[in-house]
């Protein structure tokens, strides 16, 4: 009876401390019960476990960073975003090519030992390139949580637009910091170092930067990954390219990729809808992952609100872009065949005359036989 009192105190203390919004204080608390006698192992482990992952401002790991994170001069704005411990909401949907040189960047650090007893280094440097929307970012957090390290971004665009005047020794000392750490730095959108060019009011400063960068990206220590990510290769001067040491395209998704994406989207928000990816994987190749993804929330919220089932706002998608009568054929057969449309539905979202589709549903019978 006593012992439930004093739970009872801890409980009221502790509600009273976290709805005046004291994080800090909980945190100090949560530690203080933790250590105390009489409790179980596990209430105990799984305290601290708590506390371990949930670092906040004050928490050790924090303070150290927090109290050297570079900003600029005069703005105190923080120049890089650190996502401690990263974390996907999915798992990316790569070509083998992409996903098997990430592999290696993170295998060659798991396995360091082994390189430098051959006498060779870890892969220090590397450039994403690629359109919008295809996983550049994403690739840096998931090398980042591999590894178990930090993530630490450093988006060029927004630097340079606001700070361009000071913008290279911002950005020397950002480099300077993420040296000294053990982390991946990703220098997010490139490009825009790039895209200031034509102003030729800035070429001194520009100029200025592309020397920093090309003297840290030598320098760069292997215990640190840096890794840049830029839309427009083609706006890159080709001495910046040549220094990265690996450079990885990733490209928009193929028909497989879309379904791989597709599928595994639609199992996490709407797994009975899972037999829409057939026929929505051939309709959205050519789009990125993220525009995918966009569609498919759009096409949620509609359904959510509209009350019409989410099945009408994916067939809308089905015609989303102009296809070619081949594709159109395909796409009506696989609607039929999925059990997703009649033959007269099916020829009302494709325009595929009911005879064709009727031919090539024959056809297709035959060849399966
Ligand atoms: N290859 C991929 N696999 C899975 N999801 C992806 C992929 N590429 C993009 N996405 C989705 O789109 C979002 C934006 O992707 P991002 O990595 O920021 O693209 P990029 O940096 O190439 O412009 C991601 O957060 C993710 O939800
Ligand atoms: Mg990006």
Partial sequence: MAE???????????????LSGRTQDVQTYLHRIAKRRGLTKEFSSALIELLRKNPTRSSPLRKGMEKALPTDTDSRFQLLRVEETPFLQM??????????TLSRLVEER???????????EPTRTVLFTGPPGVGKTLGARWVARELGLPLMILDLSAVMSSYLGRTGSNLRHVLDYAKSIDCVLLIDEL?????RRDDSGEIGELKRLVTVLLQQLDDWPSSGLLIAATNHSDLLDPAVWRRFEQPVNFELPQEAGVRAFLGALLDEVAPDMSVWVDILSLSLVGRSYSDIEREVTLARRSAALNGKGLDHYLSLLVTAREHSKQERIEIAVRLVKNGLATQR?????TGVARDTIRTHLKNDAILEV
Wanted: hydrophobic share 40%; net charge negative.
């Fill in 345 to 349: 539905k099916a020829h009302e979202i």
């Fill in 91 to 100: 798992e990316p949907v790569y070509t083998e090519q992409v996903q098997s």
């Fill in 191 to 195: 490009d825009a170092i790039a895209k």
């Fill in 4 to 18: 439930n009192d004093g739970v009872e105190k801890d409980f009221v203390h502790l509600a009273r401390v976290a």
């Fill in 110 to 120: 798991q396995n360091l030992g082994t390189l430098l007893e051959a006498g060779l």
